[in-house]
């Protein structure tokens, strides 16, 4: 398994706080190793990235509320996740990774635990098996009238060869980290416009994240603060933000998370659009009710 850096534990606070029941749209969680062991070919593991580790960083920095995302580390064994959600309690939900080997009685676990999506992995580090078109069109078939969103990580491909799959689909999908832009070739990127198209249908939604690892041009990030204030322009209503805490597959060195909250506010100078980012916005997708998303079957 190759060596990754290290998240910073020490989270500071933002320089501008955050509005109330903020949100994180995505962090990883991993339960103690003698009770949720890892698929043996894992691309990684963060054993130190629990969820009361997650929660104080998510403390110091004022989130209130999260998207708990399944580790590839597991498949889709989402014992550490159920736990993981038990523990964080109604204000968190879980994203999952979903196939044909997950069968009925697994998912109803899952929905009534607090899942309330499906993620597609394309990204080719992290040694998964990659979806098949029919497996991704038959998983979404199962989860979308419990009125689950999708989640597709495509770094490293053309979003292109993926995203017709979903795009007759009438549900909501997101897109993770900025998309699988190409940085050298800046906006005009047509992975970056085709996101862009996407976001103007009204169901497609981008998570602003990784704009940090992913620039070429390094500090101040420049090139990613580009990147999310043309698709903050394009279609507010439909921008998410999230940490990737602990930051899996990273180079380094890793930025503290109080950091990443502090480009968040130079993607987004205006206090009213950070709060539509953080609040408005992830409510409408994931219908927070009592803390968690409500009952949609």
Known sequence: MAEYAPFDPDTRE???SAPALACDSQTHIFGAAGRFPTRPDAAYVVY?????AMLAMHKQLGIERGVIVQSTAYGTDHGAL????????PAYQGCG?????VGDDQLARMHEAGVRGARFNFHPKLKNALPTA???????????PLGWHLKLHMNGIDP?????LLEDLDTDVVIDHMGPLQYGLGVEDPHFRHVQDLLRRGNWWVMLSNGDRRSVAGRPWDDATAYARQYIEAAPER????????????????????????LLARYAPDPAVREQILVTNPQKLFRFEDGRGGEHA
């Open 14 to 16: 933002p320089r501008e």
């Open 82 to 89: 159920l736990e993981a959600l038990r523990i964080a309690g």
């Open 160 to 164: 292109r060869e993926v995203t017709p």
């Open 239 to 262: 921008v998410l933000w999230a940490t990737d805490w602990p930051h899996p597959l990273h180079a380094g060195p890793v930025p503290n998370d109080g950091e990443l909250m502090d």
């Open 97 to 101: 990774v979903v196939n044909d080997s």
């Open 134 to 144: 029919d497996e991704v069109r038959r998983t979404a078939r199962r989860v979308v």
């Open 48 to 52: 130190d990235a629990t969820v009361e």
